[in-house]
Structures are given as structure tokens and as C-alpha cells.
């Protein structure tokens, strides 16, 4: 099955011997291509699993998930923005950035907890490129 094949892969990619660089050079797309053949059903054995992945495997995803069209990929990434951790936050959200159309668009305004943090992000962050990326979501999300 195509999401035991995305499970090694990102896996293998988030051990302590794992480069980053072989990550973002070769991983990205080969995890992209894996998730273009999932089916309904390995959406939803994502959907059920990806709460218990380590915050790495959780980080790796979210980096892959970018089809604005795709619901599957866009709840995921909604419910993986209840974590406290600031970097897969910013990494769901800066992923969020292509997700224009309106049904998107509404599923993230009608979450107004993720909206709350962006703003409280945006107000403690030092990091310009982060802050960058906030100011582009919120103006995304508000066209």
C-alpha cells in the first residue's frame, strides 16, 4: 500500500542518521509522487495515524503537502496546527499559503484559534522571514 510507502520513506528520512540535505534534495519529491497515488483509503490511515508520528515525521509531511485542490491534504494539515511546537506550526501554515480557493479558505476561517496564533506569531516573532510569511498567509486567507 502507497501510505506504508510514504511511512518508511519519511521515517527513514527523520532517523538520526538521516541528511537534511538528502531530505529536501530527493525525499520531498519522492514523498510529493507517493502522495499523488494515494487513494481514499490511504488518506484516511494518514489521517488516523499522523497524531501518533514523532514531531519530525509530523514536519517532513507537512513540507510535502502543497495540492490546494486536495481536502485530504488540507485537513491534515488543519489538524496538525494544534501542536505547540512553533516550527511544524510554521510549516503547516507557510504550507497553507496555497490554499486559495474558497472552500479553503472558509474551513480556515471557520477555525478562528488558528487565526488567534497567527496574529500572536506575528506579534512575537523577531524572524523577517517568518513574519513575512504570516503577513502573505493572513493575506491570502482574507482576499
Known amino acids: ?11 527513514e528520512m527523520s532517523g538520526e542518521n ?10 520531498v519529491t519522492d514523498a510529493m509522487n507517493l502522495l499523488e497515488k494515494f487513494s481514499e483509503t490511504n488518506w484516511e490511515l494518514l489521517g488516523e495515524n ?4 514523532s514531531l519530525e515525521w509530523q514536519r517532513k509531511l507537512a513540507y510535502c ?9 488540507l485537513n ?6 494544534s501542536t505547540t511546537d512553533d516550527e511544524l506550526f ?5 504550507t497553507l499559503r496555497s490554499f486559495t480557493n474558497q472552500e479553503s479558505k472558509k474551513m ?15 506579534l512575537h516573532t523577531s524572524s523577517l522571514p517568518v513574519k ?9 486567507i482574507h482576499s
Do not use: H
Open 1 to 11: 500500500m502507497v501510505y506504508e510507502e510514504l511511512d518508511k520513506l519519511i521515517t
Open 18 to 27: 538521516a541528511s537534511d540535505d538528502y531530505w529536501y534534495d530527493v525525499g
Open 50 to 53: 499522523i497524531i501518533d508520528k
Open 65 to 73: 503537502l502543497d495540492n490546494e485542490c486536495n481536502m485530504y491534504e
Open 76 to 81: 491534515i494539515l488543519i489538524s496538525l496546527l
Open 90 to 94: 510554521e510549516i503547516c501554515i507557510d
Open 108 to 122: 480556515i476561517l471557520d477555525n478562528p484559534l488558528i487565526l488567534q496564533r497567527v496574529n500572536n506569531l506575528l
Open 132 to 140: 513575512k510569511m504570516l503577513q502573505d498567509f493572513l493575506s491570502k
